[in-house]
């Protein structure tokens, strides 16, 4: 994984919980790496926490706005409203799947 991590000390596994990203290939179970040095941009996959909420979804920043929307359209977009916290916590840079053995 020598290339795919470049901040050793700012990277991170995370367990997927959910269906809300399988459209670009992320489904429940699969582990993330996460990147906390990396700074996050509109249209990267992020893990964030919503209100003490641990989400994946992708950034969506334009005109002022920022949202997570999923990669699934049984799912609503995430805007926070006034008073709700968002804080993004890392950019995902792979996805690890594990098949039954």
């Given at each position: 994984?020598?290339?795919?991590?470049?901040?050793?000390?700012?990277?991170?596994?995370?367990?997927?919980?959910?269906?809300?990203?399988?459209?670009v290939g992320i489904f429940d179970g699969d582990v993330l790496?996460?990147?906390?040095?990396?700074?996050?941009?509109?249209?990267?996959?992020?893990?964030?926490?919503?209100?003490?909420?641990?989400?994946?979804?992708?950034?969506?920043?334009?005109?002022?706005?920022?949202?997570?929307?999923?990669?699934?359209?049984?799912?609503?977009?995430?805007?926070?409203?006034?008073?709700?916290t968002l804080e993004i916590w890392g950019v995902?840079?792979?996805?690890?799947?594990?098949?039954?053995?």
């Open positions: 994984m020598g290339n795919l991590v470049k901040h050793t000390q700012a990277t991170y596994l995370l367990r997927v919980q959910g269906e809300s990203m399988r459209e790496l996460v990147d906390k040095a990396i700074e996050p941009k509109h249209g990267q996959i992020v893990v964030a926490v919503v209100n003490g909420d641990f989400v994946c979804k992708t950034l969506y920043q334009r005109a002022g706005l920022t949202k997570l929307r999923p990669a699934n359209l049984t799912f609503p977009d995430i805007i926070p409203k006034p008073g709700e995902v840079i792979a996805t690890i799947k594990q098949f039954r053995t």
